[in-house]
């Protein structure tokens, strides 16, 4: 040690002894030197205190720890190990803290606190399962933890011993380590072992427990519990064996104390009906329960106990018959203690009267004879060698006969029980390892010591040498681990006490002896131990009786009065009462002695741990060995047992003698604390280096004492030893080991000294800066002060001066401008006098020459009215006579003119004229018919516009007048706006009537339309008779006619050449009419869809926008079909949706410029056409064929005209149709428009359809003409051929007619040769000019597209880079849009042929297969037929959404679906595809009706499911993915049901899929129970993943670098209780923990499941997370520390940082850890003042008083510098919190689950659009 430090120095504190507290605290006032007889010191009152000191008589005093060690879990971890610190360390755990647990190294010191504390539940046992000893607070489930690890990990049996006095809480201490065993360790069958060994505890306490003076459930016997384990550690079996229970209980009990439980249980339950034949009744009428004055417990209800008992005994498998009997001889006990036996007068006998009502019920219930008993209770029998004979007993004799005969019995029957108790624990299996777990008495002194004393303090002496060596043995062997030079340490070695009990001729040997003799006594045998051993340390004799005798045990010195000794040690029982006893006809009575006496062997085989040694039965009753041998033996069982197991020890202390709960007397711990060995653990360990520090640890708390220099070295334990070196000059006060700094006692007290220097020394310098500076700050603000009083001072004295100088200029202003005033005002009155008297003056002079000048315009007047008249009377005689001279001239002109006219009218030329006239009239009727709709059109969006601003503007002004309803004081506002609002009214009004008078407008124009409709009808009929004219003219003309075909052959070709080619035109005008028509509906459809923009929202839609398949070249009809079917789509979807629509829209994109190539290219085939036609009018045409030509252009026009007119009404009507559709659009509740358009509907398909009529008819009527024209152009050639004058040779003339044949004949040849060769090659020309054409075409388009190229890049270039950016990006998303169609098309075509090749190739394999199965399986069971209509019905049937499967398929389909897939196989498809699958399979059966193979189906699912998830209990992927698809199946059973309810979302297509037949609401329930499990099951799963990473990364990872502080650690931190093999435990980070979160958020959405569940698992996990985190804080001292709760807090933080990012913060898991931010909350704030104490109360909510409690007890500070929390504070907290209605529970149940709802989600996905991939092998599934 330095030798500056002497530790015996001014204010240092001490420990002096006190008679009352044992130990008192005092500090040192004056340095004290080496040599001093006088220590001054001062004591906590401030009580000057001078304490002499000598070098043996008085040493030293005992230093005090640091403060901050004080509260420590480990007394190892103390720095001054001794006495005085022992017991305050404990006394303020105790009183303080409320802990009732401290480890003492090994030993687990348990202090009664004589309440009931709530930290004994299962969440309690689930927070301690699995952790290491060191890591959480002291329990005695820690203790049991650590034996359960060391059995699983070292593969050796373990032993846990509790001992302590009556009353120190040992029996409730080994029930609570047997309650974790049977809940860790349960049975892994159905045997319930685990709840058998519990139940083992009622029945031994109601026999075996009793209320003495110190304790109220005190166990009278020792019991060592053995519990069996299987190789798997589940617990398999128990065994029970028992030692020294106190007989003699039964017929005595002392003051205030009572006999065992189970007589007043039964007792108390005396009244039931089943209880009757006992004769019970009260406790206090029987001896045996009331000697002790007192047959209550004060809080315990005998008849429930006594329940509670038979409950246990009835779970253990003791049947009711047993029990009765059993319950039939505790009573007879009872009975027998009663039974009166009177004394003889001569002493020497006795007798029981006659009619003892006790002995009667005592035969009864035992079923033995009544007079042999009443006779062997008063006599016995004699044996001599000779002969026997019976003596008579005196009262005396005869009453501790019949004790002796009570207590047998009772000890026979407790021994019953616990070998039942053995059957019933008792297992065939194989155990592989076992704990035990020892509950014996602790060691005794009273007033008066008898046998049992003795017996229990001989046990102790034995556990406390086996304890001994053990301490030893684990000192030696880290002190060997760590390599540290081992030197012997001597500890007490209580083998010489021993020795003297257990050695040959030691005290139970002589008292064998004595008890052989035969007329041995107590005296005797107390003389021979005076004589055998007076000459021993450990035995003395005292010194006024000799009758008693000492013995030094290792607790204390204890003298025994051997009074009793020999009776209780022989344990005499009659053997005639035996004798009647066995021949009891009650069997359970006759078994009772007869199987111990016959049959020893078997109940040793089931008791003992393990055969005992074997020792030969004694030849006679004298021989048998006495209770003192028989104990030795077991003792020596006992302890063979536990040197064979590894040890843990539990030391019970009772803190007080009267039962009061927190509670301490020092004086009794001492003495317990003496006598159970911890004491002597603490100077074992003191005696080397008690204090050991990790080489981390220890630089992480002392580095502060390291100059920069030494911290060069990156070797920590290099480091380390330089350290050291200079801060402790002595090398003997540490050692260096692999691992750890061992330390002497008291060194680690000095580097805390050293370190709180440094740190006092730094605040110092900190203080003083911090000091300067505020120091320099209040100057500073002074000054500042100063400086600013100063100039507002100045400031203030100028504004005055300036207020003066002011007020002095105002003073001048205003007698300057008075002065003004006054002078101007007397200049105006007389510059207004004069100004008045010139005005006066003005106006007469003026007046006069007005009147002068009125008088002369009027004359002017006058004269220019005559002459004007005069004028106009001459002009109206010249222009009379000019109108009737023009009138003659112009009749005369007119007259020429009409007859000029006349002539013309008959021509050609005129009508030409008069048709272009007509079309031109067309034209501007049809520009005013689109005028008119435009305005109409403006009016009505005007309308609208006024009408939506109306509205509004009304809405508005409603609001306001709500507004200004309340205030009704201001009237006049009010009126205004009544006025505003009248006005406003007539406004709408007004603009209601423009609404009416526009819809009259529109009615009138649509009558106006109908009435046109009627004129083109009346001109129809017109045309129709004018048809019927010519017909009969071409008829008459007909017969007329010569029939003569030889003369007009070339003739008859030519017209019908004419003929063919007037066809043609007429045809392309029609088409190129359609074209029009439809050309105009697609612009006016392209005009309204460019007013929107485009979505991205797809739309079922079967319409096709690709080309006809035919080469014609016209206008393909079902491209118009398609194009009208668009624009009827458009109307049918609205034009909202049809703007969303972009494949509607694109297809008529494409559509329009398609057409307008077309359109093109027939006006160029026009304009040929026309050419032609002109070219063959300028031909001259023979006079005779004037009249045909001016016939076929008349018929011509009128057929113009006829097309004009159609198109026109066709024109008119679509105009209409649209202005009445935005029209009904604009007002859909008008029904008046509705009619009308349906009615102008319904007449343009009738005109339509006269239209088509009449076209054919035009048709008929031109062949009809132009055939006439041919047959009169052949009369008339005939005609001329007859006046030319004939050739002189008549013969010829007769051969004529053959030659013509023939010619005819050759000619018609040549014509249809002709004909072919025209038609090749018209083909031939029309393909070129189709291939020339479409390249022209393509020319064209390429150069619109370069154009279009050109312009975007110009327009590019003119953007702004931004601007750049989206143009190009919206540019690149119109032509992937565009490629994504046509792909789209092309993928469409593409699958419906792959779907007809397949459907056909299925039905050839189908077919063939059908063919094999009849050919092969003649013998063999067919194949049953699923359903051929079916299959015929499916040959020309799209996809419907079923599966079809054979019926033994069903087997395949379950294992290659659900039990052999593997979530990664779809993990690229959709998501919930198996349960897809499986509802297409079952609506297949529900198509067919067939029941079986849907309930045979759903059966063989949920089965396979279920073993599935057995096989895969521990996989989260796989339960996750079978979550989602058992989730999304019941939603499917639903959305498919039929049920209204279920079928809101569903879509036209989806309802058309509903199941039809069965209703499998049953199986909905099935699936729905299913799905919880599996939730559950997910949740254990992912609970037992992450529970492992919770407190290493929540509270024991350094979030924050360098924040934790470091404390000296206990021996429990250093022992061999961590996995050291293994690596130690795992670390893991706050990452981690997020990690494995993200693992697990990430596979649950890629299966698909439900958002809504995921967020249920994720709360579901964070309350875990907040369960673990929480129960670890309240069970652990060194996390709960100001540094921990800022690292809990960020960690929290960072977990709500990751739900949202997530989208998952609205799951309410983020308020599930708001318990663990207000505990963080809670260790960071301050916790002083009542203020702080109000702030903790209205902060933590979310935590119960218990919790708020627990914290700031355990709340450690890490340095100095912080204070602990004080107990008025913790007082004053639960004061203000005693009114809260907490529940009692301290820890958070981790095994709380949250109930789970799994909301309906229905699929937008249409089933027949799923596919299946091929890798899932399921080829047998039969697309139906």
């Not at 004080?70 to 720095?79: K, P, Q």
């Not at 004879?369 to 062997?376: G, R, S, T």
Request: with cysteine.
């Amino acid at each position: 040690m330095a030798a500056q430090y002497y530790p015996y120095s001014k204010f240092t504190r001490v420990w002096i002894p006190d008679p009352e507290d044992v130990w008192k605290a005092a500090e040192i006032t004056r340095d004290y030197t080496e040599g001093q007889s006088l220590l001054h010191l001062k004591l906590e009152d401030e009580t000057p205190l001078e304490y002499p000191v000598g070098p043996k008589s008085n040493p030293l005093p005992f230093l005090r720890n640091p403060d901050i060690l004080v509260g420590e879990n480990d007394l190892t971890a103390l720095s001054y190990l001794h006495e005085p610190a022992v017991l305050h360390n404990l006394r303020v755990r105790f009183l303080e803290s409320n802990h009732i647990y401290t480890y003492c190294g090994i030993v687990l010191v348990a202090i009664n606190p004589y309440e009931q504390l709530q930290i004994y539940g299962e969440e309690v046992i689930n927070a301690y399962s699995g952790q290491n000893m060191g890591d959480m607070d002291p329990h005695i489930f820690a203790v049991a933890e650590e034996a359960y690890k060391q059995m699983s990990r070292d593969e050796r049996n373990q032993s846990i011993i509790v001992s302590g006095e009556s009353g120190a809480g040992k029996t409730v201490s080994a029930k609570y380590a047997m309650r974790f065993f049977a809940t860790v360790g349960g049975s892994a069958n159905d045997t319930n072992v685990e709840e058998k060994v519990l139940a083992s505890s009622p029945i031994m306490e109601a026999i075996g427990n009793a209320k003495t003076t110190r304790n109220d459930n005190s166990s009278r016997f020792g019991k060592y519990i053995q519990i069996g384990f299987s190789r798997h550690y589940h617990i398999i079996g128990a065994n029970m064996r028992t030692y020294l229970l106190e007989k003699s209980r039964v017929v005595f009990q002392a003051e205030d104390e009572r006999n065992y439980h189970i007589f007043y249980q039964l007792c108390a339950s005396a009244s039931l009906p089943e209880y009757k034949d006992l004769s019970l009744t009260s406790a206090e009428d029987f001896t045996y329960t009331s000697l002790g004055e007192n047959i209550f417990i004060e809080g315990v209800n005998d008849a429930e106990d006594f329940k509670k008992t038979k409950e246990a005994f009835t779970l253990l498998g003791v049947k009711d018959g047993s029990q009765s009997n059993i319950f039939r001889i505790m009573a007879s006990i009872l009975h027998l203690g009663n039974v009166q036996i009177c004394s003889e007068r001569d002493g020497e006998s006795c007798h029981i009267l006659r009619d003892d009502a006790h002995l009667k019920h005592f035969s009864r219930l035992l079923g033995v004879e009544l007079q042999q008993m009443e006779h062997w209770l008063c006599h016995r029998k004699l044996a001599t060698s000779s002969e026997t004979y019976v003596k008579k007993m005196s009262s005396k004799q005869a009453i501790n006969a019949r004790d002796a005969l009570a207590k047998h019995i009772y000890a026979r029957m407790f021994d019953w029980i616990v070998e039942h108790i053995n059957m019933s624990l008792y297992t065939s299996s194989k155990q592989h390892s076992f704990i035990g777990v020892l509950d014996i008495y602790g060691f005794e002194t009273f007033e008066i010591n008898s046998f049992e004393q003795f017996c229990i303090n001989y046990a102790n002496e034995k556990l406390q040498q086996q304890f001994n060596s053990h301490v030893f043995k684990l000192e030696q062997e880290e002190y060997m681990k760590e390599q540290i030079p081992w030197t012997l340490i001597d500890f007490y070695d209580n083998q010489p006490c021993i020795d003297l009990i257990e050695a040959r001729l030691g005290v139970l040997d002589l008292l064998d002896e004595e008890c052989k003799v035969p007329k041995g006594t107590d005296v005797n045998w107390a003389q021979k131990l005076y004589k055998q051993h007076s000459s021993k340390a450990q035995f003395q004799k005292p010194r006024m009786s000799n009758t008693s005798f000492i013995i030094i045990h290792f607790a204390d010195k204890v003298e025994y009065q051997c009074e009793g000794f020999l009776e209780k040690n022989r344990d005499t029982v009659y053997e005639e009462q035996i004798n009647i006893l066995k021949a009891s006809q009650l069997q359970l009575v006759a078994d009772l002695f007869n199987e111990k006496d016959d049959a020893p062997a078997s109940k040793s085989s089931r008791v003992n741990v393990r055969p005992a040694k074997s020792i030969p039965r004694a030849p006679n009753k004298e021989h048998r060995k006495t209770v003192g041998h028989q104990f030795r033996s077991s003792l020596h069982l006992l302890m063979e047992t536990l040197n064979a197991t590894t040890p843990h020890y539990v030391r019970c202390i009772k803190p007080n003698d009267f039962k009061e709960s927190f509670s301490f007397d020092s004086s009794r711990a001492v003495q317990q604390l003496r006598a159970c060995g911890v004491l002597e653990t603490i100077r074992i360990s003191a005696a080397g280096y008690p204090s050991r520090w990790t080489y981390p640890d220890f630089f992480s708390r002392y580095r502060v004492l390291m100059k920069k220099s030494d911290m060069t070295s990156s070797d920590k334990k290099l480091v380390c030893k330089n350290l050291l070196g200079t801060l402790i000059k002595e090398p003997d006060m540490f050692q260096f080991g692999k691992t750890k700094i061992f330390f002497r006692a008291g060194q680690v007290a000095y580097l805390e000294k050293l370190r709180a220097d440094k740190f006092r020394a730094a605040c110092i310098k900190i203080q003083k800066t911090v000091r300067g500076w505020l120091q320099r700050v209040r100057y500073r603000k002074i000054r500042k002060t100063a400086i600013t009083l100063q100039r507002y001072g100045r400031g203030y004295l100028a504004r005055r001066y300036a207020e003066y100088l002011r007020l002095t200029r105002a003073a001048l202003v205003c007698q300057k401008q008075y002065r003004m005033v006054r002078d101007r005002r007397a200049y105006l009155r007389v510059r207004q006098a004069v100004v008045t008297i010139q005005a006066y003056a003005k106006g007469m002079f003026t007046r006069r020459i007005y009147w002068e000048f009125l008088l002369h315009h009027k004359a002017m007047i006058i004269q220019k009215n005559v002459r004007g008249w005069m004028q106009r009377k001459k002009f109206k005689r010249a222009r009379n006579a000019a109108i009737t001279i023009q009138c003659a001239f112009r009749r005369t002109r007119a007259k020429q003119q009409l007859k000029q006219r006349k002539i013309e009218a008959r021509s050609a030329e005129h009508l030409k004229k008069l048709n272009s006239g007509m079309e031109n009239k067309i034209v501007q009727l049809q520009r005013k018919m689109d005028d008119q709709s435009k305005e109409l059109k403006i009016q009505n969006e005007q309308l609208q516009t006024v009408n939506i601003g109306l509205g509004s503007e009304v809405n508005k002004l409603q609001k306001e007048l709500k507004q200004l309803q309340g205030q009704r004081n201001e009237g006049g506002q009010l009126t205004t706006l009544q006025e505003e609002l009248e006005r406003l009214r007539a406004e709408l009004q007004e603009a209601h009537a423009l609404r009416k008078r526009l819809e009259e407008e529109h009615s009138s124009e649509k009558k106006s339309l109908k009435q046109r409709v009627e004129e083109l009808e009346t001109e129809n009929s017109l045309l129709k008779s004018e048809k019927e004219e010519m017909n009969q003219r071409i008829l008459q003309q007909t017969k007329n006619s010569p029939d003569d075909g030889s003369h007009v052959s070339q003739t008859e070709v030519s017209l019908q050449k004419e003929l063919d080619a007037e066809r043609q035109r007429y045809q392309n005008l029609l088409k190129e009419f359609s074209r029009m028509e439809q050309r105009y509906d697609n612009l006016k459809e392209e005009m309204s869809l460019n007013k929107f923009q485009p979505g991205h929202m797809r739309n079922p839609s079967n319409q096709s926008s690709l080309e006809s398949d035919s080469n014609y070249p016209s206008v393909s009809m079902s491209e118009v079909g398609d194009t009208e079917d668009s624009i009827q789509l458009v109307e049918e979807m609205g034009v909202e949706k049809a703007a969303m629509d972009i494949s509607l829209f694109m297809k008529l994109q494409k559509r329009v410029r398609e057409l307008e190539q077309e359109r093109k290219r027939l006006q160029t085939s026009v304009d040929k056409m026309e050419e032609l036609a002109k070219h063959r009018s300028s031909e001259p045409r023979s006079p005779t064929s004037v009249q045909e030509t001016a016939d076929l252009a008349y018929n011509n026009l009128k057929r113009e005209e006829l097309e004009t007119e159609n198109k026109k009404l066709k024109n008119d009507l679509n105009n209409l149709r649209k202005t009445i559709s935005e029209r009904a659009a604009q007002n859909n509740s008008s029904n008046e428009l509705q009619d009308g358009y349906n009615l102008l509907l319904s007449q343009l398909k009738s005109a339509n359809e006269e239209l088509d009529a009449r076209k054919e008819e035009v048709l008929i009527l031109r062949t009809q003409i132009v055939n006439a024209a041919q047959l009169q152009e052949k009369n008339e050639q005939i005609q001329q051929s007859n006046n030319v004058p004939e050739v002189p040779e008549v013969p010829e003339v007769t051969e004529v007619p053959e030659d013509k044949e023939e010619a005819l004949r050759a000619y018609q040849g040549l014509t249809e040769s002709k004909r072919l060769l025209e038609t090749q090659l018209q083909s031939q020309s029309k393909k070129h000019k189709d291939e020339l054409e479409a390249l022209h075409t393509q020319i064209e388009l390429l150069k619109d597209d370069i154009e279009k190229k050109q312009e975007i890049l110009s327009y590019t270039m003119s953007l702004s880079p931004e601007a750049k950016v989206e143009y190009s990006i919206q540019q690149e998303i119109t032509r992937l849009t565009n490629d994504n169609l046509d792909l789209k098309e092309l993928v469409e075509k593409l699958e419906k042929n792959e779907r007809k090749l397949k459907k056909q190739l299925r039905i050839y394999i189908k077919k063939v297969q059908e063919l094999e199965a009849q050919a092969a399986a003649l013998s063999s069971r067919s194949r049953p037929e699923l359903s051929r209509q079916v299959t015929v019905q499916r040959k020309e049937k799209d996809f419907e959404g079923m599966l079809e499967y054979y019926k033994e398929d069903e087997a395949l389909l379950a294992k290659t679906l659900i039990t052999d897939m593997k979530p990664n196989t779809v993990s690229a498809t959709v998501p919930c595809l198996p349960a897809y699958i499986l509802f297409m399979c079952i609506r297949h059966a529900d198509y067919i009706n067939d029941d079986q193979k849907v309930e045979s189906l759903l059966t063989s699912t949920i089965n396979a499911i279920k073993k599935v998830l057995k096989k895969n209990s521990e996989d989260f992927e796989t339960t996750s993915f079978w979550l989602a698809n058992t989730s999304r199946l019941l939603h499917c059973l639903k959305q498919y049901s039929g049920d209204e309810v279920f079928m809101t979302q569903n879509s036209a297509k989806q309802n058309e899929h509903c199941l039809k037949n069965f209703d499998l609401a049953e199986y909905r329930q099935v699936l729905s129970d299913l799905s919880i499990q599996i939730y559950q099951q997910l949740i254990k799963v992912a609970e037992g993943i992450i529970q492992p990473m919770i407190v290493s990364a929540m509270l024991e990872s350094e979030s924050i670098p360098s924040l934790a502080g470091v404390k000296p650690m206990g021996y429990r931190n250093r022992s061999s209780s961590m996995d050291t093999d293994h690596g130690g435990p795992s670390s893991y980070t706050l990452e981690a923990l997020i990690r494995q979160l993200g693992q697990f958020h990430g596979i649950m959405r890629d299966h698909g499941l439900d958002p809504e569940i995921v967020g249920q698992v994720v709360r579901q996990l964070f309350h875990c997370i907040n369960a673990v985190t929480l129960n670890n804080l309240l069970l652990r001292k060194d996390v709960c520390s100001w540094s921990t709760g800022m690292q809990l807090r960020y960690n929290t933080s960072q977990l709500e940082e990751w739900l949202r990012g997530n989208n998952l913060y609205q799951s309410k898991a983020a308020a599930i850890l708001e318990p663990i931010i207000q505990a963080a909350q809670l260790l960071q704030v301050k916790k002083k003042t009542t203020q702080d104490a109000e702030a903790i109360c209205s902060l933590c909510t979310a935590l119960n008083t218990q919790q708020i409690v627990k914290v700031l007890n355990l709340y450690t500070p890490l340095n100095e510098f912080e204070e602990r929390v004080t107990v008025s504070f913790i007082r004053d907290i639960q004061s203000r919190l005693q009114n809260r209605n907490d529940p009692p529970q301290l820890l958070v149940d981790t095994k709380h689950t949250f109930p789970v709802l799994f909301p309906y989600t229905p699929s937008a996905l249409s089933l027949e659009t799923l596919h299946i991939p091929a890798s899932l092998q399921l080829d047998f599934l039969i697309r139906v």
